[in-house]
C-alpha cells in the first residue's frame, strides 16, 4: 500500500475515495487504517490486508483490540481526535 488513498465499495456497489491514515505489520499480518476522504472528522476503518492489495475482515475480538490499542497510540502521538 505505497499509495495515500485507496478505493472501497460499499455495500451498495458504490465506489469511494479512502485516504489512508497508516498502515502497520503485527505478527504476519498487514493491517490498513483509513477513512472516507469525504468526511474527515467521520469514522476510521481498520483492515487487513494481503500482498496483492485486496482487504481481509478482522476477525477475532483479540485482533480488534490490538488494532484499537495501535489506533490510540497513533492518536496520542499525534493529538488527534478518531472516532473508532
Excluded at 505505497?2 to 465506489?15: H, P, Q, R
Excluded at 498487514?30 to 485486496?54: I, L, M, P, Q
Aim: charged share 35%; glycine share 4%; net charge negative.
Amino acid at each position: 500500500m505505497e499509495s495515500k488513498s485507496m478505493f472501497v465499495k460499499d455495500e451498495f456497489g458504490n465506489e469511494q475515495e479512502m485516504e489512508i491514515l497508516f498502515t502497520f505489520d503485527h505478527e504476519s499480518t498487514k493491517y490498513v487504517v483509513f477513512r472516507s476522504v469525504s468526511d474527515v472528522d467521520g469514522e476510521v476503518f481498520a483492515s487487513a490486508y494481503n500482498d496483492e492489495g485486496e482487504l481481509l475482515p478482522i476477525e477475532t475480538e483479540e485482533e480488534w483490540q490490538m488494532v484499537e490499542e495501535v489506533l490510540l497510540a497513533f492518536t496520542e502521538e499525534d493529538n488527534e481526535e478518531i472516532n473508532i
